[in-house]
Each structure stands twice: as C-alpha cells, then as structure tokens.
C-alpha cells in the first residue's frame, strides 16, 4: 500500500479515535485546531529541513510526487511529500487525544 | 566527526529548544504530570513508529547515513525513534500552552467549557 494511502488511513483511524474511541472530541474543540496550527507552520519548517538536505529521502512509488526534491508542487511543500503532513496531521491528533483521555483518566482515580 | 552527522539529531533538539521553555512560561506545571506525559508517548508514539519500522523495511523512506548517528535500532537510525518521543511532547506542550492562553487570554467571556473533562477550552 502507498504511502499516500496509509497516511490517510492513519488520519481516518486518528479522528475515529478522538471521536469515538477516546471521545475527546478535540476535532470539535477551537484550542486543537489553533494547536494544530501552530505546530503545522513548525513542523513544515523542520520537514523542510529533513526532507531539504535529505536526510530522509522517499521511494518515488509509494507518493504522489516523484524522486525530484523540489521546494513546491510536484506533490511536495517544502520539500517534503505532501503525504507527511497527512502523517503528521494524525501523529499530532492522537497525541493530544490521548493526553486528554488520560487526563479525565487521572482525574477520575482520585 | 563532521556536524553533519548530527543534522537530524539538531532538528529534534530544535524542537524541544523552542517548545521546552513554553513549561516554566505559561506555569503548565507539566512536570508533575511526567507520569501522565510518558504514558501519552508510550501509547500514541508506539503505533506511528511501528508503522515506521514496517516502511522503512519495505523501502517507503531511507536515511542517510552521513547525517544520522551510526547505529540502528530495528533498521531505524535512533533520532527517528525519537521522533516519536519528541513529537507527541510538544504536540502535548503546545495543546496545553493554547489551553493556557485560551483560559487566561482575555477573552473569559467566550470561554466554553470542554463537554468531556469539564475544563475551559
């Protein structure tokens, strides 16, 4: 399977799981989505430096764009494949998800 | 050594240089929550890094081995397992910092109270 497919399998699963699975439902919530955004403006940074250097380089099979590192467009931002944001995207979302749940987790305990 | 090897160890280390300092700024008093903190690492950064061990032995992604460290762990160069440590951290680091700012920003009367843990947000 592509990456381009995993990695929206994994966004799928990581929004079933804030939704439903954990019911943080922080998709719902103005300070994920303002989260969010500052960390996607870092993380392309960062990707673009990893990604820029290649100190991380794509099989040209498994994502939309191809073997040539450009800055924009051929299925690239910054360097990086467009897919890493979609992986990013359900990293970020999980994490937050679960710190949460284990919030309400630790609360409820006491 | 060459600083190039460091190359991918430096844009973690970025990461928690920019993002560590936002604990002691905004009081997130995430330091007592440590415990808390590791097992959110634990259980949303192990299903990603799987992931990642299983692609990278199926040739999705590579690393250049002038600027990792030498040794692998499961194929991986060490900053990539990492990876998954330090970036639900500041995912987590970043949530609370916005909450923070969310609740003490100014703007109480648009504050809405969080559904599931009772929290503002």
Same mark, same amino acid.
């Given at each position: 399977?592509?990456?381009t497919v995993l990695?929206l399998l994994?966004?799928?699963a990581?929004?079933?799981?804030?939704r439903?699975g954990?019911?943080?439902?922080?998709?719902?919530s103005?300070?994920?989505?303002?989260?969010?955004?500052?960390?996607?403006?870092?993380q392309i940074?960062?990707?673009?430096w990893?990604?820029?250097?290649?100190i991380?380089?794509?099989?040209?099979?498994v994502?939309i764009?191809?073997?040539e590192?450009?800055?924009f467009?051929?299925g690239r931002?910054?360097?990086?494949p467009?897919?890493?944001?979609?992986f990013?995207?359900a990293?970020?979302l999980?994490?937050?998800?679960?710190?949460?749940w284990?919030?309400?987790?630790e609360k409820?305990?006491? | 050594?060459?600083l190039?090897?460091f190359?991918?160890?430096?844009?973690?280390?970025f990461c928690?240089g920019?993002?560590?300092?936002?604990?002691p700024?905004?009081?997130l008093?995430?330091? /007592?929550?440590?415990r808390?903190?590791?097992?959110t690492?634990?259980l949303?950064g192990?299903?990603?890094?799987?992931?990642?061990?299983?692609?990278?032995?199926?040739?999705?992604w590579w690393f250049?081995a002038d600027?990792?460290l030498?040794? /692998?762990?499961g194929g991986?160069?060490?900053?990539?397992i990492?990876?998954?440590?330090v970036?639900p951290?500041?995912?987590?680091?970043?949530?609370?910092?916005v909450r923070?700012v969310? /609740?003490?920003?100014?703007?109480?009367?648009?504050?809405?109270?969080d559904?599931v843990?009772?929290?503002?947000r």
């Amino acid at each position: 399977m592509s990456y381009t497919v995993l990695a929206l399998l994994g966004v799928v699963a990581s929004i079933a799981l804030d939704r439903w699975g954990l019911r943080t439902r922080l998709t719902t919530s103005r300070t994920w989505w303002l989260s969010y955004a500052i960390i996607v403006f870092f993380q392309i940074l960062t990707n673009g430096w990893l990604t820029g250097r290649r100190i991380v380089q794509y099989n040209p099979d498994v994502i939309i764009g191809d073997s040539e590192v450009v800055a924009f467009g051929r299925g690239r931002l910054l360097f990086a494949p467009v897919e890493d944001l979609v992986f990013g995207f359900a990293l970020v979302l999980t994490s937050c998800a679960v710190w949460v749940w284990s919030g309400r987790r630790e609360k409820a305990s006491v | 050594m060459s600083l190039e090897r460091f190359a991918y160890l430096a844009m973690l280390v970025f990461c928690l240089g920019t993002t560590l300092p936002l604990i002691p700024a905004f009081g997130l008093e995430l330091g /007592r929550r440590w415990r808390r903190l590791l097992l959110t690492v634990v259980l949303a950064g192990t299903p990603f890094l799987i992931w990642d061990v299983l692609v990278t032995h199926a040739g999705h992604w590579w690393f250049d081995a002038d600027q990792t460290l030498t040794w /692998r762990i499961g194929g991986l160069p060490p900053e990539e397992i990492l990876f998954f440590v330090v970036i639900p951290i500041v995912s987590v680091i970043t949530f609370e910092g916005v909450r923070t700012v969310l /609740r003490h920003g100014g703007i109480r009367a648009t504050v809405r109270r969080d559904p599931v843990d009772g929290r503002e947000r």
